[in-house]
């Protein structure tokens, strides 16, 4: 069962609005291209990982808690990829979708990749990371009496990453390997029937705060307005007899409040005022803005001029 579905980052969310409302001409618009197209990658690698575990036999029950999230005593921040919890153990998976030659040095706890053109690059060590989850995880365990083992891996969630003999022994392999470490692991992990499942897995529900991730946003150079996603060159709509309505495609668009709103959100923050609806939707008129504000699913506070709305997730 999946407790914890994947989704899209709001960091993903973010860079494709800024995309959408930056001009192509822009001098960052290529960099924040290549950032999306990273982010884009990641999600598609871990989502191939998901897809792998649909021919695997599982014991039952068991529950999925993807993008897992959330902040430690000392205010140091955990994501994990995949958390998958079952009788026998609780599995931890770090996700990479690595490409090139990779190497390992233990000694240094050094991570490299060497692409095809020759250059070496340092990368962050995946298993350093991983510890740190697995350290964290056992301390809850012991501080709420649970046994059960606690046991982790790196996923490389495409062909095209090699592994190098640095790597022997070391808690990593590729996708297509998880049916058969994961047989390993339940053959190695009796069942723990005096713990309940349902109440850990809840537990870590409750313990999951999505994290907010920073993108610097160049707000003042987006262009600004309702736009058309039929057209997606910056094309505003204009609002007419209460409808949005492209002047370039004819597109009569019911979905572009609501979708406006959902940019504002990402960019801009939960709270919204007249004046800051106006400037980012382009409206001139504040008795409009007012009108179109009571049609959102906003959450209100103050009266007339003072008034603020909060958007709701």
């Not at 999946?2 to 409302?21: G, N, T, Y």
């Not at 897992?68 to 770090?94: A, K, R, V, W, Y």
């Not at 490299?112 to 070496?120: A, H, I, L, P, S």
């Not at 990402?266 to 504040?286: H, Y």
Request: aromatic share 10%.
């Amino acid at each position: 069962m999946i407790l914890l579905a994947r989704q899209p980052s709001d960091s993903q969310k973010i860079l494709e609005v800024m995309l959408r409302r930056l001009p192509q001409t822009h001098n960052d618009y290529a960099y924040y291209s290549e950032r999306l197209s990273r982010v884009q990658a990641g999600l598609a690698g871990e989502q191939r990982v998901d897809a792998e575990w649909l021919e695997i036999d599982l014991p039952s029950p068991h529950y999925f808690l993807h993008d897992f999230q959330t902040t430690n005593g000392f205010g140091s921040t955990h994501q994990m990829d995949t958390i998958f919890l079952c009788p026998h153990f609780l599995l931890i998976l770090e996700i990479k979708n690595i490409t090139g030659n990779l190497s390992y040095d233990a000694s240094f706890a050094q991570f490299t990749r060497t692409t095809m053109d020759g250059t070496v690059e340092g990368m962050a060590n995946p298993f350093v990371q991983l510890e740190r989850h697995v350290v964290w995880m056992k301390k809850l365990f012991q501080r709420e009496r649970i046994d059960l083992p606690v046991v982790h891996a790196v996923v490389l969630a495409t062909k095209n990453g090699i592994l190098t003999k640095g790597f022997q022994g070391q808690p990593i392999f590729h996708v297509t390997g998880l049916r058969f470490y994961f047989q390993k692991w339940i053959e190695r992990h009796h069942p723990r029937e005096s713990v309940d499942l349902l109440r850990l897995a809840n537990l870590l529900l409750s313990l999951h705060t999505k994290l907010k991730k920073e993108v610097e946003i160049p707000l003042q150079e987006m262009v600004k307005g309702v736009l058309c996603p039929q057209c997606g060159t910056g094309q505003r709509l204009k609002y007419h007899y209460k409808k949005w309505i492209c002047p370039r495609c004819g597109l009569v668009d019911r979905e572009a409040l609501m979708r406006t709103l959902e940019d504002y959100r990402l960019l801009v923050g939960q709270q919204v005022t007249n004046r800051s609806f106006r400037e980012f939707f382009g409206i001139d008129s504040p008795d409009l803005a007012y009108k179109l504000l009571q049609q959102l699913p906003l959450q209100a506070e103050g009266v007339k001029k003072h008034r603020k709305y909060w958007i709701m997730e």
